[in-house]
């Protein structure tokens, strides 16, 4: 499937793009490669118009078990100011969905590049948490922009002060992850999720995206003008569709 400088694999299914983060030796533990992968990648799918979905996974035994503790002590030699950030801002803002498969270990800088998907699904054995405090070190990767937007500030604030472990079942009850799957059969039922939203129209995705993106957080009547000044009209494939649910 590749080899050992593969840090980020890609494989396509049918319009489906699979990340797979690759140091399954280090539990995908996050360095600088490994984010330039990712990023080639990303800019790669950003231009391919034939994939209509990502699906961002770990291999082995986690999704992640975050920043690369021995790159951060021996001083990382990253691109610029911000490169970590500005790598999620890419994926966060592809035209086509982006879901964060995540089993077992996701903490810290981990989580901040699963909450850069447009969701998380889960494994019923994952395990969350922001451990930032414990090594006295503060977030970079959006940790404090994205988290209070999918928890609220206080649930956040909760899981950044305490660094505690937050698991499956209480993710989704609070809204970190969207549905949790059982571990034997994570697999095959994220990618059939993933199939269910590539039924509906790219076009669609696309757009909504960016209405929801420009508005997250705005007025509500701020809002409700742009969706109507802004809007992007009627997909290609929209007779399309139509036509063929009238015929059944």
């Given at each position: 499937?590749?080899?050992?400088?593969?840090l980020?694999?890609?494989?396509?299914?049918?319009?489906?793009?699979?990340?797979?983060?690759?140091?399954?030796?280090?539990?995908?533990?996050?360095?600088?490669?490994?984010?330039?992968?990712?990023?080639?990648?990303?800019?790669?799918?950003?231009?391919?118009?034939?994939?209509?979905?990502?699906i961002?996974?770990?291999?082995g035994?986690?999704?992640?078990?975050?920043?690369?503790?021995?790159d951060?002590?021996?001083?990382?030699?990253?691109?610029?100011?911000g490169?970590?950030s500005?790598?999620?801002?890419?994926?966060e803002?592809?035209?086509?969905?982006?879901?964060?498969?995540?089993h077992?270990?996701?903490?810290?800088?981990?989580?901040e590049?699963?909450?850069?998907?447009d969701f998380?699904?889960?494994?019923?054995?994952?395990?969350?948490?922001?451990t930032?405090?414990?090594?006295a070190?503060?977030?970079?990767?959006?940790?404090?922009?994205?988290?209070?937007?999918?928890?609220g500030?206080?649930?956040?604030?909760?899981?950044?002060?305490?660094?505690?472990?937050?698991?499956?079942?209480?993710?989704?009850?609070?809204?970190?992850?969207?549905?949790?799957?059982?571990?034997?059969?994570?697999?095959?039922?994220?990618?059939?999720?993933?199939?269910?939203?590539?039924?509906n129209?790219?076009?669609?995705?696309?757009a909504?995206?960016?209405?929801?993106?420009a508005?997250?957080?705005?007025?509500?009547?701020?809002?409700?003008?742009?969706?109507?000044?802004?809007?992007?009209?009627?997909?290609?494939?929209?007779?399309?569709?139509?036509?063929?649910?009238?015929?059944?």
């Open positions: 499937m590749s080899g050992q400088s593969d980020v694999v890609r494989s396509d299914e049918d319009g489906l793009a699979l990340l797979t983060l690759n140091r399954p030796d280090r539990l995908n533990a996050l360095n600088v490669p490994l984010f330039e992968q990712l990023r080639k990648h990303i800019q790669d799918i950003a231009s391919d118009k034939s994939v209509e979905c990502v961002l996974r770990g291999a035994r986690c999704f992640s078990a975050g920043h690369d503790l021995g951060i002590a021996e001083g990382e030699d990253t691109p610029s100011p490169w970590h500005e790598t999620l801002r890419m994926m803002k592809l035209p086509k969905p982006v879901i964060a498969a995540v077992s270990h996701c903490y810290t800088g981990a989580l590049v699963a909450l850069a998907a998380i699904v889960a494994s019923d054995d994952a395990k969350f948490g922001d930032h405090a414990k090594w070190l503060t977030p970079i990767w959006g940790m404090s922009q994205r988290l209070p937007r999918r928890v500030i206080a649930t956040a604030k909760r899981m950044m002060f305490t660094a505690e472990t937050v698991r499956a079942e209480e993710a989704l009850q609070i809204g970190l992850c969207e549905k949790v799957f059982p571990a034997a059969e994570f697999h095959n039922r994220i990618i059939d999720f993933a199939r269910v939203i590539m039924e129209s790219v076009f669609s995705h696309a909504n995206k960016r209405l929801l993106e508005t997250d957080a705005q007025a509500l009547d701020m809002g409700l003008q742009w969706e109507i000044m802004e809007n992007e009209g009627i997909g290609p494939d929209a007779h399309k569709r139509i036509q063929a649910f009238m015929k059944k």
